[in-house]
């Protein structure tokens, strides 16, 4: 049993967590402003889900493959451009699209408006890449495309090299 549960009131059940329009920890990736929502801390890190608006003409980064994750994405306004290996698909408001491990993917906001999209990461290992990613550019350093990978590869993740 957890220090939670031995700690908590049997009847209340486990703990919810609720997050305010204005409230979860604030992610900034060059001009990608991302709010996580959960971060695995409230749901035994099986799940985190962030909140991520690309401004216009954002690019995402580069093709990718995850090891040991699922990764959804719900459009909730604009338009975002998602590339699975070879084919491209432009995901508007009220679009989920699901990347199953192993799946090459990208996307970008290439067009003159913003785009927000709900990010669900199961498990929730991903939250920490993107904190990391944050820390390495915190000094305002820009971040190389080896540290990107290098970081990409801590959380088994590799580049999809046959679709660069």
Partial sequence: MTDEAK????????????VGPEDGE?????????RVLEDGSHSGHRLGVT???????TPGPPQHRHAEHDEGFYILSGTV????GDKSHDATAGTFVMVPPG?????????DR????????????????FRDLQ????????????????????YATEPATDFA
């Fill in 7 to 18: 700690n908590s009131d049997p009847q209340a059940g486990p703990a919810v967590s609720v």
């Fill in 26 to 34: 604030r992610i900034v990736l060059g001009t990608t402003r991302m």
């Fill in 51 to 57: 909140e991520s608006v690309l401004a216009p003409h």
């Fill in 81 to 84: 451009r998602f590339t699975v």
């Fill in 103 to 111: 799946a090459p993917h990208t996307f970008a906001n290439v067009t």
């Fill in 114 to 129: 913003p785009a927000v999209m709900l990010s669900v990461l199961t498990p929730d290992l991903y939250v920490q890449y």
């Fill in 135 to 154: 820390s390495m550019t915190a000094d305002g350093r820009p971040l190389t495309p080896e540290d990107g990978i290098r970081t990409m590869r801590r």
